[in-house]
Nanobody
Framework: QVQLVESGGGLVQAGGSLRLSCAAS????????MNWYRQAPGKQRELVAS???????NYADSVKGRFTISRDNAKNTVYLQMNSLKPEDTAVYYC?????????WGQGTQVTVSS
């Protein structure tokens, strides 16, 4: 079983930055990919970024060039650096891992971008 805990969300003005962290209860070395999703009010949850060890990350078109996903396997942590934030980035952000065909989710962290 994998427990995921997100942190780093908050309220920021448009154009600002936030760094989200996702701490896993165990090793993430063999978990690929690790993902960040987000869900805005009234909308479906969407994949924002994913990372596989040793490969280039993938991003949703809406965040390319502004968000950067990274992982530190030694710390069992995945990060999402979010720059040039826009009001439309407002959502609850979730960390996701799939291990042995089981999906694990964190509790989410709220990101609110004011205009």
């Amino acid at each position: 079983q994998v427990q995921l805990v997100e942190s780093g969300g908050g309220l920021v003005q448009a154009g600002g930055s936030l760094r989200l962290s996702c701490a896993a209860s165990g090793s993430i070395y063999s978990i690929n990919p690790m993902n960040w999703y987000r869900q805005a009010p009234g909308k479906q949850r969407e994949l924002v970024a994913s990372i596989v060890s040793g490969r280039s990350p993938n991003y949703a078109d809406s965040v390319k060039g502004r968000f950067t996903i990274s992982r530190d396997n030694a710390k069992n942590t995945v990060y999402l650096q979010m720059n040039s934030l826009k009001p439309e980035d407002t959502a609850v952000y979730y960390c996701n891992a799939n291990k042995w065909s089981v999906d694990y989710w964190g509790q989410g962290t709220q990101v609110t971008v004011s205009s």
